[in-house]
Structure formats: structure tokens, C-alpha cells
Nanobody
Framework: DVQLQASGGGLVQAGGSLRLSCAAS????????IGWFRQAPGKAREGISCISPSDGITAYADSVKGRFTISSDNSKNTLYLQMNSLKPEDTAVYYC?????????WGTGTQVTVSS
């Protein structure tokens, strides 16, 4: 079974940093695009970054470009999101997602709260 487990969220002051991790299992990690999404209270879930683990090609939403960095460790089947210069508007539940065989699989969310 495809499983994704996100971790690393927490409470941080504005300007601080956090590193999220997403441990994946049940599929060949390097063969599938995987990414990070977030959902703030009362807002729609938004895609913020994705990566193709096989070639390292990445993409970012404008809202996080230059502050967040996505990476993957294919040997550990783990996705990361380094978040720097955090802002209160980054407060949300963060999810990882992989598309495997035409199906989207979502990981458990991890709460990120940025205080002003």
C-alpha cells in the first residue's frame, strides 16, 4: 500500500525556519512526482512545491519561491521541505502528495503555525 507520513511541523516565530519530512512507502519513490500542499483555515488547499525525484527538477508557488526549498533523498524514500523566513501567512496544515498509477495519494498533515 502507498503510504505517506509527514512530520516536522510546529510553532515558530516569524522569520524562523522549519524542515518538514515526508516518509514514503509502497511505491518506487524515484519514479513519481511528489509534492507539498498546504491548507490554511477557511482556505482551499494549495500546491506549493513539487519535485521529480529522478532528475531533481523542482517547481514552486510564487508565495514560497526563494524561501522554501524542496528536496528528496531517494535512498530513504523521503521528501523534505526546508522553510525559511516563515511568515504568519504560512500558517497551515502541510501535506505531501504523490501521484502513483494515476491516483493521488495524500500523506497525513503536519501543522505549521507561525506567530507574529
Amino acid at each position: 500500500d502507498v503510504q505517506l507520513q509527514a512530520s516536522g511541523g510546529g510553532l515558530v516565530q516569524a522569520g524562523g525556519s522549519l524542515r518538514l519530512s515526508c516518509a514514503a512507502s509502497g511505491f518506487t519513490f524515484s519514479d513519481h512526482e511528489i509534492g507539498w500542499f498546504r491548507q490554511a483555515p477557511g482556505k482551499a488547499r494549495e500546491g506549493i512545491s513539487c519535485i521529480s525525484p529522478s532528475d531533481g527538477i523542482t517547481a514552486y508557488a510564487d508565495s514560497v519561491k526563494g524561501r522554501f526549498t524542496i528536496s528528496s533523498d531517494n535512498s530513504k524514500n523521503t521528501l523534505y521541505l526546508q522553510m525559511n523566513s516563515l511568515k504568519p501567512e504560512d500558517t497551515a496544515v502541510y501535506y505531501c502528495k504523490a501521484r502513483v498509477g494515476g491516483t493521488d495519494y495524500w500523506g497525513t498533515g503536519t501543522q505549521v503555525t507561525v506567530s507574529s
